[in-house]
């Protein structure tokens, strides 16, 4: 396993996460982020790259765009071990994103109010952060991916434990935990609409 290099933290809640930044930080990882948890960061006095500034794109539709473009992906899917892609990649400036620290927008949460309205609902369906979970996890082998920040301090061990790295097995379990996440996502928006469906059918 090769050495973490470079992550993008991107999340809701914030549990944790000063402590597990300036851990990575202070191992020499390069940290990558957008909005809340970019100035977050900032402010716990985190070195900090916006995703805006390592895309070349800034952030659009009220930030419904910020992570989906080949500098992210393409950084998060290159097969390390592959020539070709690593070759791919170079050619069009882009490094490779070694870990993904992301959980969801609060889905669950905002249609759990009294009050919430279909619009509020909508706009609380994350699409960026279950793409990059998904590329990370595609690619465990090279790229760590965390969803739960109870993992955070068992990362961080075997980080300092291995130089830097992740074992194979810790990177795989990760990957298992975020396709149960994702799922468990995507089923509570499925029963939602399904739900907003009969509602508006009676």
Known sequence: MAKIKRAILSVSNKKGLLEFAKELSAMGVEILSTGGTARALREGGIPVKDVS???????????????????????????????????????????????????????????????????????????????????????????????DPADYAPVIKEMKERNGELAYKRKLELAKKVFGHTSRYDALITEYLAKVIREGSE
């Open 53 to 147: 500034e390592h895309t070349g794109f800034p952030e659009m539709l009220d930030g419904r765009v910020k992570t989906l473009h080949p500098k992210i992906h393409g950084g998060l899917l290159s097969r390390r071990k592959n020539p070709k892609d690593m070759e791919e990649i170079e050619k069009h400036g882009i490094v490779p994103i070694d870990m993904v620290v992301v959980n969801l927008y609060p889905f669950e949460e905002t249609i759990a109010k009294p009050d919430v309205t279909f619009e509020d609902a909508i706009e609380n369906i994350d699409i960026g952060g279950p793409t990059m979970l998904r590329s990370a996890s595609k690619n465990f082998q090279d790229v760590a991916v965390i969803v």
